[in-house]
């Protein structure tokens, strides 16, 4: 075993930061990382393997044994434990489903307890013991995300459950060494105007769009505005969408996931509901108006949780909102 990369803690910036919320994946940082801790989360195990491989559940159990794939790389496996603070597991899954997203990763599986096949897949999963890691086999949710890079695929595993009071997260993540994580400062004179989430590495408005996508995997669609609230496109033109359509039929084995993004007006759950209509609305133009198939276009929202600006100002809040395309890369 090595030791493991520091842990980054997060102050409660805002209300809305429950700990779902915190689990933020620092897609702007390096590759991959395991989540940030709440402040209020318990460390109950942290473990790494410099480089081994694990096999990490694919499907649900099916009568006679669970599918998976055999992932290789350095392995952490971390577990933490919070209060549930009015949360389920379902809100919990969900904040690190929306970040996993926003980070580039392609969600390729996930289920809960009876659906995924109770007490044999559970007992299938590389899950630490109790009493770091409490699964209740009616109340838990898996999900398994990848990102594929030229060198390779960097994989994370999510298994959430609960006890009465408390959320119990096993975060298993398989791939590329990780980098330390971020110092985060806990003395800031103005909390609102932080970014939930760090912003991406590269710009995603620098070059071409065709240029965007395949230097970086993703880009800001520009010109695809909308106001505070509204998720309906207007008339047009829009330029950008004409030529993410030129990219597709110039790149027929590609693929796009479009992540819609608001500002901070509001909770959210509306503005993840908000964000997934605006992705919606992009990709109705494309494939009703440009001729796109619908099977090459997927739509997803994160909310807030993925600012480009600060959110504290007018110009800020209108640049978050906003759409990008992101390039799905697996298989």
């Excluded at 473990?47 to 392995?75: F, K, M, N, W």
């Excluded at 209509?277 to 990709?283: D, F, I, L, M």
Aim: hydrophobic share 45%.
């Amino acid at each position: 075993m090595t030791p493991p990369a520091p842990l980054a803690r997060v102050p409660a910036l805002l209300p809305v930061l429950a700990p779902a919320l915190v689990l933020a994946l620092w897609p702007g940082r390096a590759p991959a990382e395991v989540p940030a801790l709440p402040e209020t989360a318990t460390v109950a195990a942290d473990e790494t393997e410099a480089e081994s491989s694990l096999r990490l559940p694919t499907a649900p159990y099916d009568g006679q044994t669970v599918p998976t794939l055999r992932a290789e790389g350095a392995i952490r496996r971390l577990v933490w434990q919070a209060p549930l603070d009015g949360q389920g597991t379902l809100q919990v899954i969900d904040g690190l489903k929306a970040q996993l997203i926003a980070g580039g990763y392609r969600i390729a599986f996930q289920c809960a307890a009876a659906g995924c096949g109770g007490f044999d897949f559970r007992f299938a999963t590389d899950t630490l013991p109790e009493p770091a890691m409490h699964v209740d086999l009616g109340d838990f949710r898996y999900l398994l995300a990848e990102k594929v890079r030229p060198d390779g695929t960097d994989y994370v595993s999510l298994m959430v459950s609960r006890s009465e009071e408390r959320a119990f997260v096993q975060v298993t993540r398989v791939g590329r060494p990780e980098a330390p994580a971020p110092v985060q400062s806990t003395k800031s004179p103005d909390p609102a105007a932080l970014p939930l989430i760090d912003a991406p590495a590269g710009p995603a408005t620098e070059g071409t769009l065709a240029d965007r996508l395949d230097r970086d995997g993703r880009a800001v669609l520009a010109g695809v505005d909308f106001a505070t609230g509204a998720s309906n496109l207007d008339g047009g033109p829009f330029p950008a969408l004409d030529t993410l359509a030129d990219y597709l039929r110039a790149h027929p084995g590609a693929r796009i996931v479009l992540v819609g993004h608001t500002d901070t007006e509001g909770g959210l759950a509306g503005n993840i509901a908000l964000s997934k209509k605006r992705a919606e609305a992009v990709r109705s133009y494309l494939v009703a108006t440009l001729g796109v198939p619908a099977d090459r276009v997927a739509a997803e929202g994160v909310g807030f949780l993925a600012p480009l600006a600060s959110n504290a100002t007018d110009s800020g809040r209108r640049e978050n909102r906003r759409v990008e395309a992101v390039l799905d890369t697996a298989q």
